[in-house]
C-alpha cells in the first residue's frame, strides 16, 4: 500500500521533472526538461510502476482483498496515459533501455500503451468492485502487455 502511495505522490514529480522545484532564474523557469531530466523521470515512473504492480501480487495469489489496491491501479492506469509523452524524439540517450523500435515505429508503440491503458483501466475497475477473480485476470492482462511492450522496445539492463 506505501508503493501505491508513493507511486502515485512521485508520478507528477516524475512527469514534470523538476518543475516543481523553484527555478534559479527566470531562464530556467522557461525552459522543457532536458532529454536527461525526460529520461530519468520517466525511468522513476517505470520503477514505481514496478514496485506498484509487484506490490499486488500477494494480493492476487491470495485471493485476498482487492480494494485497497485501486488508488495503485489508478495510478498505473495514469501513468499508462502518460507513457507515448515521455518518448519525445531526442530522448534515446546512453543508459536508457529504450530501443529505437520505439521512434520508428511510433505506430506500435502508442498502440502497446493504449492495451497498457485498458488493461490498467480493467484493473482499477476490478480494484473497485472488490472482484477478487476479476483483479486477477486484469493483473495478469497488465503484465502481458508490459511483457509484450518490453519484448520490441526495450533493450537489456543499461550497464
Same mark, same amino acid.
Given at each position: 500500500?506505501?508503493?501505491?502511495?508513493?507511486?502515485?505522490?512521485?508520478?507528477?514529480?516524475?512527469?514534470?521533472?523538476?518543475?516543481?522545484?523553484?527555478?534559479?532564474?527566470?531562464?530556467?523557469?522557461?525552459?522543457?526538461?532536458?532529454?536527461?531530466?525526460?529520461?530519468? !523521470?520517466?525511468?522513476?515512473?517505470?520503477?514505481?510502476?514496478?514496485?506498484?504492480?509487484?506490490?499486488?501480487?500477494?494480493?492476487?495469489?491470495?485471493?485476498?482483498?482487492?480494494?485497497?489496491? !485501486?488508488?495503485?491501479?489508478?495510478?498505473?492506469?495514469?501513468?499508462?496515459?502518460?507513457?507515448?509523452?515521455?518518448?519525445?524524439?531526442?530522448?534515446?540517450?546512453?543508459?536508457?533501455?529504450?530501443?529505437?523500435?520505439?521512434?520508428?515505429?511510433?505506430?506500435?508503440?502508442?498502440?502497446?500503451?493504449?492495451?497498457?491503458?485498458?488493461?490498467?483501466?480493467?484493473?482499477?475497475?476490478?480494484?473497485?468492485?472488490?472482484?477478487?477473480?476479476?483483479?486477477? !485476470? !486484469?493483473?495478469?492482462?497488465?503484465?502481458?502487455?508490459?511483457?509484450?511492450?518490453?519484448?520490441?522496445?526495450?533493450?537489456?539492463?543499461?550497464?
Amino acid at each position: 500500500m506505501r508503493l501505491a502511495f508513493a507511486f502515485a505522490a512521485l508520478t507528477p514529480l516524475a512527469l514534470t521533472s523538476c518543475a516543481t522545484t523553484p527555478p534559479a532564474d527566470a531562464e530556467a523557469a522557461s525552459r522543457a526538461p532536458s532529454p536527461a531530466e525526460v529520461v530519468a !523521470a520517466r525511468q522513476a515512473a517505470f520503477n514505481l510502476t514496478a514496485a506498484t504492480f509487484g506490490s499486488m501480487r500477494g494480493a492476487v495469489e491470495s485471493g485476498g482483498d482487492v480494494k485497497p489496491l !485501486a488508488f495503485g491501479a489508478r495510478g498505473l492506469n495514469r501513468w499508462g496515459h502518460a507513457i507515448p509523452s515521455m518518448f519525445p524524439a531526442g530522448t534515446q540517450l546512453p543508459g536508457s533501455r529504450a530501443l529505437p523500435t520505439v521512434w520508428t515505429d511510433r505506430a506500435g508503440f502508442e498502440v502497446q500503451a493504449a492495451m497498457f491503458q485498458a488493461a490498467t483501466a480493467k484493473l482499477v475497475a476490478a480494484a473497485q468492485s472488490g472482484d477478487s477473480a476479476a483483479f486477477g !485476470a !486484469a493483473y495478469k492482462e497488465v503484465g502481458g502487455t508490459c511483457g509484450s511492450c518490453h519484448s520490441t522496445y526495450r533493450g537489456s539492463e543499461a550497464k
